[in-house]
Antibody
Framework: EVQLVESGGGLAQPGRSLRLSCTAS????????ISWFRRAPGKGLEWVSF??????????EYAASVKGRFIISRDDSKGTVYLQMNSLNSGDTAMYYC??????????????WGQGTMVTVSS | QSLLTQPPSVSGALGQRVTFSCTGS?????????VHWYQQLPGKAPKLLIF???NRPSGVPDRFSASRSGTSASLAVSGLQAEDEADYFC???????????FGGGTKLTVL
């Protein structure tokens, strides 16, 4: 079954860091761009970050709310995309999901989603 | 504040038809970027429901349909079933923020 599995969430103190992982199974992660999204309690979905596939430069994009604090990267040999989250604050508390962009076109849909990993930022 | 606007809630009785609206602007839906819809059941991951404005992925019942016009889009669910109770999100790309944007989501309650 084609799927993405997130891990690495947990409790972090304000100002600390966490690294999330998003691992693919039953498809070649290297062929796809991958995004991270989040949904804070009582709020809607928010796009966080995106990394293109290597054939398209492997370049990255960030939402304004996380730019300069979060870093997305990929290791296609491990079938995994990472989200390094630094300088965490309470506003980062959310369920984090990764999703697969169905083609190289930014206009396309995210057709495969992971089950999510919870990040709680609290002292 | 979401760049795509959705009503916070919609309700309908079993078997009825409901619609969800999604209003954007000239930098997203109005710029001809495609609109996609996702269903998120309680405690579950989002699931792609409609892609490229009107298309259903394999396995999505034809009770779900969607359309777009100008700077808006809409999703319709006919023959409401109890298992349709979920949050529904529209999504597009926005050239002003150079990123992907979602509506705030609409919670569907099946009466």
């Amino acid at each position: 079954e084609v799927q993405l599995v997130e891990s690495g969430g947990g409790l972090a103190q304000p100002g600390r860091s966490l690294r999330l992982s998003c691992t693919a199974s039953a498809f070649t992660l290297g062929d796809y761009g991958i995004s991270w999204f989040r949904r804070a309690p009582g709020k809607g979905l928010e796009w966080v970050s995106f990394i293109r596939s290597r054939p398209y430069g492997g370049t990255t994009e960030y939402a304004a709310s996380v730019k300069g604090r979060f870093i997305i990267s990929r290791d296609d040999s491990k079938g995994t995309v990472y989200l390094q989250m630094n300088s965490l604050n309470s506003g980062d508390t959310a369920m984090y999901y990764c999703g697969r962009l169905s083609s190289a076109n930014r206009d396309d849909a995210f057709d495969v989603w992971g089950q999510g990993t919870m990040v709680t930022v609290s002292s | 504040q979401s760049l795509l606007t959705q009503p916070p809630s919609v309700s309908g009785a079993l078997g009825q038809r409901v619609t969800f609206s999604c209003t954007g602007s000239g930098s997203n839906i109005g710029a001809h970027y495609d609109v996609h819809w996702y269903q998120q059941l309680p405690g579950k991951a989002p699931k792609l429901l409609i892609f490229a404005n009107t298309n259903r992925p394999s396995g999505v019942p034809d009770r779900f349909s969607a359309s777009r016009s100008g700077t808006s889009a809409s999703l319709a669910v006919s023959g409401l079933q109890a298992e349709d109770e979920a949050d529904y999100f529209c999504q597009s790309y926005d050239s002003r923020v150079s990123g992907w944007v979602f509506g705030g989501g609409t919670k569907l309650t099946v009466l």
